[in-house]
């Protein structure tokens, strides 16, 4: 009995959650509709609805339903312009600061620098980015809610505490969620930016209609997000499924994680740039020479049949496809994403992870998945906006906005 209470407020915080994701994704939608939805009474439908209205976070409208001739009916949406939440993604050298209001349209954004060694702490940096963001745009701002942070490294989310970072070497057990917190008394998601990439790929992109996912991820970092039934896979980790460190070759290149060998030293950006240019003295004819290395013309020669340029990616997508196999066999999904700048050569890059599951998991697993490209891209703030969308949905943020 002594929990009792707690249960309660609990069971209210997911009903309260439900309701707002359904007016979100299906509104305009009547009280009734929403009691079938939900599969709440009548009367929790009008008791949640009430206090969503009574704090602004949902208004009614009119609206013809679909087949009826006869007076408007009364709907429910959401409410969301006068309410705003900061997005921030931090990467290599820089960070982007998104000011967005609660159905997602950008407020302001900028990007500005964040370099690797500073005479200040990385903490005190980032909290004075933020500052000078809200400074600069201060007369955009409403009643800002919360603010959520996604970057690459090794992240403890439900602490807030960012163990270590790649590129930012003096990132050691970092406090950034509740120093930040304290700083602005609002609430703070922090998150790996790939399962909060992940995460927004479930809610409003390419994975929003499946049940079972795994999204790789091959940028400067290499790593995975799994959704399984509908969730993703152990958000209160310090990651997801950190397949970057995984080791592929024992007596490969150290990782910045203190182990050899690792799938991201064979699979990050900027280990196959540097593999391009030990082996263009091998190639003489290839179209990469006399011009910049980079990935837009890594991907552009092969996709125009250079043969060191298309050996390169496809080396990725053999050493990547051997761990997505294992995967599968693991978690049997229904489709596999692939978020990466070499996706300007999926159709290179894609057949040969999927060769490699076909070859290398189950049959029943693998017969009929798809690897496709993922709809949005890291070095935007979208994943951390679907961090507060998801705090929303079940409820946590939701609660504390009703009770001001």
């Known amino acids: 009995m002594d929990g009792q209470p707690g249960h309660i407020d609990q069971i209210k915080q997911i009903n309260a959650g439900a309701v707002y994701r359904l007016i979100d994704q299906c509104g305009p939608i009547s009280r009734i509709e929403l009691s079938k939805r939900a599969q709440l009474a009548p009367a929790s439908i009008t008791k949640i609805v009430r206090e969503l209205l009574e704090a602004h976070l949902v208004q009614e409208t009119e609206y013809q339903e679909v087949g009826s001739r006869g007076r408007p009916a009364v709907g429910l949406i959401l409410d969301t312009a006068a309410w705003h939440f900061l997005c921030a993604r931090i990467g290599r050298g820089s960070i982007t600061l998104t000011l967005r209001d609660l159905s997602t349209n950008v407020v302001a954004e900028d990007t500005v620098d964040l370099p690797a060694q500073s005479e200040l702490p990385f903490l005190q940096r980032v909290i004075y980015e933020i500052d000078q963001f809200f400074n600069r745009h201060q007369q955009k701002l409403e009643r800002l809610t919360a603010i959520a942070i996604t970057m690459p490294g090794i992240i403890h989310s439900s602490s807030g505490v960012v163990h270590r970072m790649p590129f930012y070497a003096d990132v050691r057990d970092v406090p950034l969620g509740p120093a930040l917190s304290e700083h602005t008394g609002l609430p703070v998601f922090l998150q790996h930016d790939v399962c909060a ?38 958000t209160r980790r310090h990651s997801v499924v950190e397949i970057g460190h995984t080791q592929v070759d024992p007596y490969g290149k150290l990782c910045y ?3 050899h060998g690792c799938l991201e030293t064979v699979a990050g950006l900027d280990n196959i740039l540097t593999l391009a240019q030990q082996r263009l003295p091998l190639s003489p004819q290839s179209l990469l020479h006399h011009q910049p290395l980079t990935v837009e013309n890594l991907c552009a020669a092969a996709n125009m049949g250079d043969r060191l340029a298309r050996d390169i990616i496809n080396g990725v997508g053999y050493n990547v496809g051997r761990i997505v196999a294992i995967m599968v066999n693991l978690f049997n999904p229904d489709k596999i994403l692939i978020g990466s700048p070499l996706n300007q050569s999926c159709d290179i890059l894609h057949p040969t992870i999927q060769t490699c599951i076909q070859q290398q998991s189950l049959h029943d697993y ?16 979208m994943p951390a906006a679907a961090l507060v969308k998801d705090a929303l949905y079940n409820g946590a943020l939701l609660v504390q906005l009703l009770q001001g």
């Open 197 to 234: 990439w992940t995460m927004a790929e479930s809610l409003f992109g390419a994975s929003k209609d499946s049940q079972n996912v795994i999204q790789i991820v091959i940028d400067h970092n290499v790593g995975a997000g799994v959704i399984t039934d509908g969730h993703l896979l152990n």
């Open 257 to 259: 994680c203190g182990n």
């Open 366 to 381: 693998s017969k009929d998945l798809v690897v496709e490209s993922t709809h949005f891209h890291n070095h935007g703030t």
